[in-house]
């Protein structure tokens, strides 16, 4: 792997490269925030961390972070991803499962559907 390039943008010192630009954290944050729906993150598996204050307090590379999709606040490392949308996205899956595999609530003595009954 590749070290990053410098920021394009700033010449501060890179965290990631993307296509033939390298950014900054700043830059990188102000790229996903600026650029990328939230829908876009949800279908990508959710949102991540983005930072908005450093908290040296509680640790070393922590920050007050906010998903780029949901909006969710947390304290930790920047550019995880959102618990929270993982959480949706799983329920969603079990819940869109469980959907199509229940067959549909049908009434056997209804006078619409008793001749489709009738050809079983």
Known sequence: MRAP???STCGAVGVKNMGTRGYCAAHL???????????IWMSAG?????????????GEGFAELRCSACGA???????????WCED?????VVW?????????DV???DSQIS??????
């Open 46 to 58: 959710g949102g991540i961390g983005l930072p908005e204050l450093a908290r040296p307090d509680v």
């Open 29 to 39: 944050v102000d790229l996903y925030r600026r650029r990328i729906d939230p829908e």
């Open 96 to 104: 869109q499962a469980e959907s199509v595999l229940t067959p549909p």
């Open 115 to 120: 001749g489709v009954m009738r050809l079983r």
């Open 73 to 83: 606040t947390w304290v930790g490392a920047a550019f995880v991803r959102c618990s």
């Open 107 to 109: 009434d056997p003595d």
């Open 5 to 7: 390039w410098p920021c």
């Open 88 to 92: 949706t996205i799983a329920r969603m």
